[in-house]
């Protein structure tokens, strides 16, 4: 969540954290590459409008106009320079000064190549196992940070990935209430609200951007799980994917995937909760995954179909007041899986989103750990594509995105919890292609037809096969009594009488035809 060289008492106590981006003339001679006209430290912006009435506590949560708690001062950085320091680039540009436009693709998993394949694997188990060059997390609330002997900053070094499950974790964690006082539940900075699609789709970028660095490739783009093809099987459970299903645990991945060694984080909810501990970066047990196995749940057995995508695309309101899990519809909810896919909210129902995640059954269903399965980063990429396409659809309409009342962190100017530099959730509410530098390569199902509109339709293409048959019927008729007409004979019987009587000498009352 802070950059390393902001993780020490001094920068706490001053509130600062404007990290040099080339310091030739020595600490602080450059915050924030201001002598190349990158950036500039100034006082950090924080939305101070009201928050919903979901959560009750104000002044007890660290997490409160995020990130003043920890810092009021940070680097802003000019142009397309962007980061910590203003030493990296604005999504969708690169090159040393940042002037190189850039698009990256995310691919469907399937389309992959078996190298393709490989290579993916082996950068998530690489991003698992290697120390973030530059973020530390805190490993205490705000009022301990400074250690038992005051002198010591509760900071931890983590890995790539699990920074991606840890800042996951900080979002959606209760608010401590003190020692013997139940945690408050009401609060998540991630979900139940319009930063759900804002706030996932930083995180994304930040893991692939992460990724990107590591691996030395500016090209690498995460893939996508289309979780919404009509079948109840996931099929992405497959050695060379995400890990087929153990022959000896329903519950566990084959020891032939490399995530059947992985360690999950944040597993001591408990001890968090009651001991007002934050998850640090200490690894628990294996990964549990038993797609469609919730028995007790057959509403969790199955997937989306490829048409609930489709009319959750036709929701053409971003978010309806209370701007919450009970909104209906809303778009936001509807993707988010908390109404039905025709944006009817429906407290028994589960959609989309949150469908993929229950039908997982194990670790990638419950929220607090969800994203230490790499299931998350594929369902939520697809996630993703399908708010880009209603960005794209709708023109990225913001105008029902709350600018105040949403729960707390979900207002549009909010800073996206545990992020740094401060990004708001404003900043993410834009096309992907056009703005950040990447694009799906997805088809989507075509327009998804209502019961009514299908009687609709039915009941007219009835009534026009029956003006068809009338009208054909009505042709015959006609044709036949035309024919009978030609076939009448020449020579009438009136003709007949008329030529009797004709001797060639016209007469006043007769004439020749
Ligand atoms: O990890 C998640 C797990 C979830 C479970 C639900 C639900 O609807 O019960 N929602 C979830 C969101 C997550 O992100």
């Known amino acids: 969540q802070f950059p390393r060289q902001c993780a020490t008492i001094e920068s706490l106590r001053s509130g600062m954290c404007c990290p040099d981006y080339f310091p030739v003339f020595g600490p602080g001679t450059d915050q924030c590459g201001v002598s190349m006209g990158r950036g500039r430290c100034v006082p950090v912006t924080v939305d101070s409008r009201p928050h919903g009435p979901q959560y009750i506590h104000d002044g007890q949560d660290d997490r409160e106009q995020w990130p003043i708690r920890f810092f009021n001062q940070t680097c802003r950085c000019n142009g397309n320079f962007s980061g910590y320091n203003c030493g990296s680039c604005r999504p969708g540009w690169s090159g040393p000064t940042c002037s190189q436009q850039i698009n990256i693709v995310r691919r469907n998993l399937l389309d992959l190549s078996a190298e393709e394949r490989r290579r993916f694997v082996n950068a998530l188990h690489q991003a698992k196992v290697t120390i973030h060059p530059d973020i530390v997390i805190t490993t205490r609330r705000r009022e301990e940070i400074f250690g038992p002997d005051g002198n010591t900053p509760q900071f931890e070094n983590i890995s790539i990935y699990n920074y991606f499950v840890w800042s996951h974790y900080y979002s959606v964690r209760k608010t ?17 609200g319009p930063a759900f699609v804002t706030w996932h789709r930083y995180h994304l970028l930040h893991l692939e951007r992460d990724m990107q660095n590591m691996l030395q490739d500016p090209t690498f783009g995460l893939p996508y799980w289309n979780f919404a093809t009509g079948q109840n099987t996931c099929d992405i459970c497959s050695d060379d994917l995400m890990g087929a299903r153990s022959n000896f645990d329903v519950s566990l991945i084959s020891q032939n995937s490399i995530f059947s060694q992985w360690r999950v984080l944040c597993e001591n909810i408990e001890d968090y909760e009651t001991l007002g501990t934050i998850c640090n970066s200490t690894e628990g047990g294996p990964i549990r995954r038993n797609p469609a196995g919730n028995v007790a749940r057959p509403m969790v057995q199955r997937l989306p179909e490829p048409e609930d995508v489709a009319r959750c695309l036709e929701v053409g309101v971003f978010d309806t007041p209370p701007f919450y899990s009970n909104s209906t519809d809303s778009f936001r909810n509807t993707v988010e899986g908390y109404s039905d896919p025709s944006g009817k909210y429906d407290p028994a ?53 709350p600018l105040e009342n949403a729960p707390i962190g979900h207002n549009r100017q909010y800073n996206m919890v545990p992020f740094w530099p401060p990004v708001t959730n404003n900043e993410m509410f834009v096309t992907a292609p056009e703005n950040l530098g990447y694009s799906y390569e997805v088809e989507w199902p075509g327009q998804a037809l209502h019961v009514t509109e299908m009687i609709t339709i039915a009941i007219v293409t009835a009534l026009v096969l029956v003006a068809i048959i009338f009208a054909a019927v009505a042709c015959i008729v006609r044709v036949k009594k035309n024919k009978d007409e030609l076939h009448q004979p020449l020579l009438t019987d009136q003709y007949q009488h008329y030529s009797d009587d004709y001797d060639g000498i016209p007469r006043p009352s007769q004439s020749v035809v």
């Open 349 to 401: 129902v589960r959609s989309l989103h949150n469908l993929a995640h229950l039908f997982l059954n194990g670790t990638g269903g419950q929220t607090h750990l969800s994203p230490n399965d790499p299931i998350f980063v594929l369902l939520h990429t697809f996630t993703d594509a399908v708010f880009d396409e209603w960005l794209r659809r709708y023109s990225a309409d913001i105008s029902t995105y």
């Open 176 to 192: 401590f209430l003190g020692a013997g006082q139940q945690s408050f539940g009401g609060i998540d900075f991630s979900h139940e």
